[in-house]
């Protein structure tokens, strides 16, 4: 079924984990962002989300990264987030997958925003590996694209991972609904995991 975002109510996205594909793929020089356009593009809807008493999850590459290649760390990325929204509750974490980072999201409050390390330190993102797919969908109740220039891709965590999220597609067609720019129009996915999302 495809809806709006704003058409599921609030308490659908009250205390659940959402996954957030976004496309924070800025230029970074000495840990310092060059342009933060694409951070800012994706706060309307993350902001959304934290509002409703989500645990915001956003994932992202950075860079074409061959191995853990620390300039290529979306830490600097976080912490320019932060800045933006005048808060403290955009925590980082150095990986993507894994006990750490479920241990990270079990301690986050309701609103609060975790940033997850480049997913392409894992070359199973790219190849869409289907473990590494679970493995991101596992963090998470709901997912949500946002990362609309890189949809097109049959990676794990724009294509893999969805076959995880069965329940509750969703699709916006107008960010203008979520975003205060009504000029700028994308695609935006939804999934639930079954059972936790109701039609």
Known sequence: MLRSISDLDDLQYYGKSVFMRVDFNVSVNDG????DYRIRMAIPTIEYLAKRGAKVILASH?????TRDQTKSLEPVAKRLGE???????????DCIGNVVLDKIKKLALGDILVLENLRYHQEEENNDSLFSRKLADLADIYVNDAFSTSHRKHAST??????????????KERSRISFDD???ATQTFYGRSGRIKD
């Open 32 to 35: 310092v962002i060059g342009e």
């Open 62 to 66: 950075l860079g074409r990264p061959k």
């Open 84 to 94: 933006i929204l005048g808060n403290s509750r955009v925590s980082f974490v150095d």
């Open 159 to 172: 294509y893999g991972t969805t076959e995880y999220f069965k329940v509750g597609r969703i699709q916006s």
């Open 183 to 185: 000029k700028r129009k």
